[in-house]
């Protein structure tokens, strides 16, 4: 069991609250057993009703998963303990996301990658006025997965395309507008809520009367040139389309994907493209986890975690250099199943 997760029990539900704030709750591998291991033993507990995830203290939710260990992996064991990371990971995921009882996640304040990841496959996730919600991982050579595939692409006027590529932060306001929330609390009410699901009462009518109309939705103002400019699934001609628009958010955007991998890019267009034809959640992950075992061990990952976390010079220099760099063959090989027993399973 993890110190690093806080597992109780409180009337009718079970609580699993990330209690590791000085890395802003990032899942390490033992969170994620921990996690996994009460989930498995409330699934059958007449007691347990309701599932609440949240945090137990400190300014967010959870910044996503143990990069530093990942990096690590990918430098000095060839990604085999990564890939363990991963494959448990997504098996949490997925879990979540086929849980016969209600999950409540409480996305309250930072929301990144892997916390998007135990938060987004609840049956309902929270947003508050402090909600930051991201998938930022196009920054360091990774890709938006723990599920990013499948919500991200089922997402209306291609705001998970545009999510994916530029690591766009969302506040709670706009994640409720992208249907990235179910409900919009304010952060002061979250103890009643938590109070409420507790003590018996069905979890989406007490939300509901506790939700507040969030504030105007910023991100609404730019869905027509988010839906024109990131229209296509060939990241050379969103490049194009942002080129030729001579618009202050254009060159805003365009700058900022001047700044990410361009292998991670063509990944996640590609990544997204394909989710749309997976049936399930667990296809979902089976290709996501093809795509981050081999992401893991190609230069762009380490040198993009050195570039914005270990040296914070933000100069990473990526391998392929530009888009044009980035062949088909290469994006196809990364996809390309990994043989008989290497596939991810559900638990």
Same mark, same amino acid.
């Given at each position: 069991m993890s110190e690093d997760v806080i597992i109780r029990r409180e009337g009718q539900a079970g609580f699993l609250s990330l209690n590791r704030p000085s890395a802003i709750h990032a899942l390490t591998l033992p969170m994620v057993h921990a996690m996994t291991a009460a989930l498995l033993e409330w699934r059958d507990d007449p007691a347990v009703s309701v599932? !609440? !995830? =949240?945090h137990a203290e400190g300014r967010g939710f959870c910044s996503g998963g143990d990069i530093a260990f990942l990096r690590n992996s990918a430098l000095n064991d060839g990604g085999a303990s990564g890939r363990q990371f991963f494959h448990d990971e997504y098996q949490l995921n997925h879990l979540i996301f086929t849980y016969p009882k209600p999950v409540v996640a409480f996305m309250d304040g930072i929301t990144m990658g892997g916390g998007v990841g135990i938060s987004q496959p609840a049956r309902f996730h929270v947003a508050t006025e402090n909600t930051r919600y991201a998938m930022p991982e196009t920054g360091i050579g990774l +890709? &938006? =997965?723990? %599920? %990013? %595939?499948w919500y991200l692409s089922r997402l209306p006027g291609r705001i998970g395309q545009f999510l994916a590529l530029t690591g766009a932060r969302l506040d709670g306001a706009e994640c409720k507008w992208a249907g990235l929330a179910t409900h919009y609390l304010p952060h002061d009410a979250l103890a009643e809520a938590? @109070?409420? $699901? #507790?003590?018996?009462? =069905? &979890?989406a009518q007490a939300l509901a009367a506790l939700a507040v109309t969030p504030p105007e939705a910023r991100i609404e103002r730019n869905a027509a040139l988010i839906a024109r400019h990131f229209a296509s699934d060939r990241y050379e001609d969103i490049l194009a389309s942002l080129e030729a628009d001579d618009s202050e958010w254009a060159a805003k955007e365009l700058a900022t994907l001047r700044t990410k991998s361009p292998q991670t890019c063509k990944v996640a267009l590609r990544q997204l493209a394909d989710s749309l034809a997976c049936e399930? +959640? #667990? =296809?979902n992950m089976v290709m996501e986890y093809r795509v981050a075992s081999r992401v893991l061990t190609l230069p762009d990952f380490a040198e993009g975690v050195r570039a914005v976390i270990v040296d914070k010079d933000n100069a990473p220099n990526w391998n392929p250099a530009t888009p044009e760099g980035v062949t088909a063959d290469l994006i196809d090989s990364i996809f390309a199943p $990994? %043989? @008989?027993g290497n596939e991810w399973k559900p638990l």
């Amino acid at each position: 069991m993890s110190e690093d997760v806080i597992i109780r029990r409180e009337g009718q539900a079970g609580f699993l609250s990330l209690n590791r704030p000085s890395a802003i709750h990032a899942l390490t591998l033992p969170m994620v057993h921990a996690m996994t291991a009460a989930l498995l033993e409330w699934r059958d507990d007449p007691a347990v009703s309701v599932v !609440i !995830i =949240d945090h137990a203290e400190g300014r967010g939710f959870c910044s996503g998963g143990d990069i530093a260990f990942l990096r690590n992996s990918a430098l000095n064991d060839g990604g085999a303990s990564g890939r363990q990371f991963f494959h448990d990971e997504y098996q949490l995921n997925h879990l979540i996301f086929t849980y016969p009882k209600p999950v409540v996640a409480f996305m309250d304040g930072i929301t990144m990658g892997g916390g998007v990841g135990i938060s987004q496959p609840a049956r309902f996730h929270v947003a508050t006025e402090n909600t930051r919600y991201a998938m930022p991982e196009t920054g360091i050579g990774l +890709f &938006p =997965d723990v %599920g %990013g %595939g499948w919500y991200l692409s089922r997402l209306p006027g291609r705001i998970g395309q545009f999510l994916a590529l530029t690591g766009a932060r969302l506040d709670g306001a706009e994640c409720k507008w992208a249907g990235l929330a179910t409900h919009y609390l304010p952060h002061d009410a979250l103890a009643e809520a938590k @109070e409420r $699901l #507790a003590h018996g009462h =069905d &979890p989406a009518q007490a939300l509901a009367a506790l939700a507040v109309t969030p504030p105007e939705a910023r991100i609404e103002r730019n869905a027509a040139l988010i839906a024109r400019h990131f229209a296509s699934d060939r990241y050379e001609d969103i490049l194009a389309s942002l080129e030729a628009d001579d618009s202050e958010w254009a060159a805003k955007e365009l700058a900022t994907l001047r700044t990410k991998s361009p292998q991670t890019c063509k990944v996640a267009l590609r990544q997204l493209a394909d989710s749309l034809a997976c049936e399930t +959640f #667990a =296809d979902n992950m089976v290709m996501e986890y093809r795509v981050a075992s081999r992401v893991l061990t190609l230069p762009d990952f380490a040198e993009g975690v050195r570039a914005v976390i270990v040296d914070k010079d933000n100069a990473p220099n990526w391998n392929p250099a530009t888009p044009e760099g980035v062949t088909a063959d290469l994006i196809d090989s990364i996809f390309a199943p $990994l %043989g @008989e027993g290497n596939e991810w399973k559900p638990l």
